[in-house]
């Protein structure tokens, strides 16, 4: 049994658990909503001594508050928002490239189109120059598709590269502040605090940085070290290290890291490495494909041109003009420049349209690429649907993922005002019965002091 | 019979004293349990002083006063003195703990209140509560 004056102290222990107790609780409920708030939990531990071989109870001893937090599901959460970030990139650049080749009335494949049913009517009028304008018309029109789809790709590639030098300056920004964060932890922690705000604050721009780029977070010798997924450090105790940017030869935007190397091709996730991926991957394969629809088809067409003879009975013109280097689908011209230059003729004869056939065939055979000029197109659209498909439904997978992993650090992590309010009742219904047994003990003490004064 | 109804009297008063000593316990427990935030400590041990109390109730009635002798009288002076004494600073403590509670299921209802109408000003409300 101890005495009173134990008893004293360990009240005075307990008032000041209790303070304690209340602040972090109110912190908790203020905080229900802040974005990135981890639960705070009171560390209280029971104080006992042992004297003459007996466990004494002396009271409660407070430890100090932590947060209450799960690593592994913070490293999945930053996982997955790297994942949706390098998604949502790439599907904002790929839906910017589709709308460029989506549309039914206009563009490559309505030109197409539109040229060979022109050709078609020439057929039956060789000689009418206006039939053989429109034909002309066409083809310039064709071209003009031709360069609108390269310059959609060059500019989705141009988007890239303005996202991922934004983004760098974003992660330099977030990096700085981060470092500085872990300057104010390691302080708070050298005065005996837990730094459960500072800590979330840094939890919740790190996840901000995963947005941008893929992050990898480690402590190494209790100094939390921040680095990209190949390594480069970002973020190493209190101190940043800044990426830059420069611009390649072929002015795509490279990333350096702290030490100037080039890590642009081993970033990955994020902003950032959807960005790259888009640019250096997804854009250079479409791009190939369209350059190569271009150019052959441009081939095909000025073959069966020299197949034939024009109006005046001279050898058929090349139609079309490709650029030796570079892109063919953004280079492509109309190398002829008069309709009648137009080769319909298949024996110089004028009202021949001998040759006709021979340019319409080039519409349903096989160019190198092993389709034939529409089909060919369709597969490069295609080739863009599922590209910007495959970005998309990887989005909503990875946006629903994320969902669930931040539901679960909520549930763990996060404060519950409803179960709060439900303990504040059962305590307070605990404290009314404490009240009750507390005046039923002041009742008995007077009986049994009227009692027992009155006999002694 | 003078004997036997003395030694009567001395069971119940023993009786008694155990029930104050456990009492005692128990609102030690509770001071703990409170303290450590252990809610379902607190309330095991509630139900186990409402007992205590019946009991005690019950013998402090069976205790014939004009039988109750020096030692007796001293025992139960003592430990119901020290009963009163941890009660005391028990009642501090709950009453303490009861108004930091109830301070909390305030600011849960502001907070619930601010969540449906943003527009007013809960800064008044808290002020007022202060």
């Not at chain 1, 050709?119 to 120059?129: G, W």
């Not at chain 2, 009492?23 to 002083?49: F, G, H, P, Y």
Request: negative net charge; charged residues 10%; proline residues 2%.
């Amino acid at each position: 049994m101890i005495g009173l004056n134990s008893s004293l102290s360990i009240a005075t222990e307990a008032l000041g658990a209790q303070t304690a107790a209340l602040e972090v609780a109110n912190n908790n409920i203020a905080n229900a909503n802040t974005p990135g708030y981890s639960r705070q939990v009171v560390s209280l531990s029971s104080a006992a001594s042992i004297q003459n071989g007996t466990t004494v109870d002396e009271g409660v001893s407070y430890q100090g508050f932590t947060s209450v937090r799960d690593t592994v599901l913070d490293m999945a959460i930053n996982a997955a928002t790297s994942d949706q970030g390098s998604l949502t990139a790439q599907n904002t650049l790929l839906t910017q490239i589709n709308s460029a080749f989506s549309g039914t009335t206009t563009g490559i494949g309505a030109s197409l189109s539109t040229l060979f049913s022109d050709l078609s009517a020439l057929s039956t009028t060789p000689s009418d120059s206006s039939a053989r304008q429109t034909v002309l018309s066409d083809a310039n029109a064709l071209v003009d598709a031709f360069q609108q789809g390269a310059a959609a790709l060059s500019n989705a590639s141009s988007a890239a590269n303005q996202q991922v030098s934004s983004a760098v300056a974003q992660v330099n920004e977030l990096s700085q502040q981060i470092a500085a964060l872990n300057g104010q932890i390691a302080s708070a922690g050298a005065n005996g605090s837990d730094g459960g705000a500072l800590t979330d604050q840094r939890d919740e721009l790190t996840t901000q940085l995963a947005q941008l780029l893929g992050v990898s977070t480690t402590q190494t010798g209790g100094t939390p070290t921040l680095t990209t997924t190949n390594g480069s450090p970002l973020v190493i105790g209190d101190s940043s290290y800044q990426l830059q940017v420069t611009t390649a030869a072929d002015g795509t935007t490279h990333v350096l890291d702290g030490q100037g190397n080039d890590i642009t091709d081993e970033l990955t996730g994020g902003t950032i490495g959807g960005a790259i991926t888009a640019r250096d991957n997804t854009i250079p394969a479409l791009s190939q494909q369209l350059d190569a629809l271009a150019s052959q088809f441009a081939s095909a067409m000025n073959n069966a041109q020299a197949a034939g003879y024009d109006l005046n009975g001279n050898p058929g013109a090349a139609m079309f003009t490709v650029p030796a280097t570079g892109s063919a689908a953004a280079g492509i011209t109309v190398a002829l420049t008069n309709g009648s230059q137009i080769a319909a003729s298949s024996d110089g004869s004028t009202g021949s349209s001998g040759n006709v056939t021979t340019l319409l065939a080039v519409q349903s055979t096989n160019l190198p690429s092993a389709a034939n000029p529409t089909d060919s197109y369709a597969n490069l659209v295609g080739n863009i649907g599922f590209a910007g498909s495959q970005a998309s439904s990887g989005l909503t997978a990875t946006t629903s993922s994320l969902q669930q992993l931040t539901s679960q650090q909520g549930s763990e992590s996060g404060v519950s005002i409803d179960e709060e309010t439900s303990n504040l009742i059962r305590y307070q219904q605990a404290y009314t019965a404490s009240a009750r047994v507390i005046s039923t003990i002041n009742d008995m003490y007077t009986v049994l002091m009227n009692m027992s004064l009155g006999e002694s | 019979m003078g004997e036997r109804s003395g030694s009567t009297n001395a069971n119940v008063v023993a009786a008694c004293v155990k029930i104050l000593k456990d009492l005692e316990l128990e609102v030690q427990t509770a001071t703990n349990a409170i303290t450590c935030n252990k809610l379902m400590d607190l309330e095991e041990s509630l139900w186990r002083q409402e007992t205590l109390c019946a009991r005690l109730k019950r013998s402090i009635y069976a205790i014939r006063p004009a039988s109750l002798n020096a030692e007796g009288a001293d025992l139960l002076r003592e430990e119901a003195s020290r009963l009163k004494a941890q009660s005391q600073i028990y009642e501090k403590l709950v009453s303490r703990a009861s108004r930091s509670t109830a301070i909390l299921q305030h600011l849960c209802s502001l907070y619930r209140n601010a969540a449906r109408h943003p527009g007013r000003a809960m800064s008044m409300s808290i002020s007022r509560e202060a």
